[in-house]
């Protein structure tokens, strides 16, 4: 993997561009939770950004707040197609904002919101390449 100018790409260390610290992750894989846990606290940072539109932003931290309960974010589209998300403790964007709740770390949800989404099936890698 080669790295863009200004980029540091080490095995273990992720993506570093100036004091931004970028964690590729899987939705709902454990394996990506506990490396976002092990990098947050590495890292120590002093804000989050997310990968979840602002417009569900309340309905995420209601949930993640209760962790280690499940709860379901659901929305309706335009189409009347409803949208639902599962909080969850395994996932590690919900793992993002919980550590950044329980640190006092403003979070920024900074997905655009999308109606129809596209479903793509795409084959990923072994989530326990990770570790």
Not at 6 to 18: I, Y
Not at 23 to 29: E, I, N, S
Not at 43 to 62: D, G, Q, Y
Request: glycine letters at 6%; one cysteine or more.
């Amino acid at each position: 993997m080669s790295a863009l100018p200004g980029m540091v790409s080490k095995m273990g260390q992720g993506l570093t561009r100036q004091s931004i610290h970028f964690v590729p992750v899987l939705h709902g894989r454990l394996e990506f939770a506990l490396e976002v846990a092990r990098r947050f606290r590495r890292v120590r940072p002093s804000a989050v950004a997310v990968e979840l539109p602002p417009t569900i932003r309340e309905k995420v931290l209601r949930g993640v707040a209760r962790l280690p309960f499940l709860s379901v974010v659901h929305y309706e589209e335009d189409d009347g197609a409803f949208v639902y998300l599962l909080v969850e403790v395994t996932d590690p964007v919900m793992e993002a904002c919980r550590l950044a709740l329980e640190n006092d770390i403003p979070i920024h949800f900074i997905d655009r919101d999308t109606k129809g989404y596209p479903r793509v099936r795409e084959p990923f890698p072994d989530p326990y390449a990770v570790s």
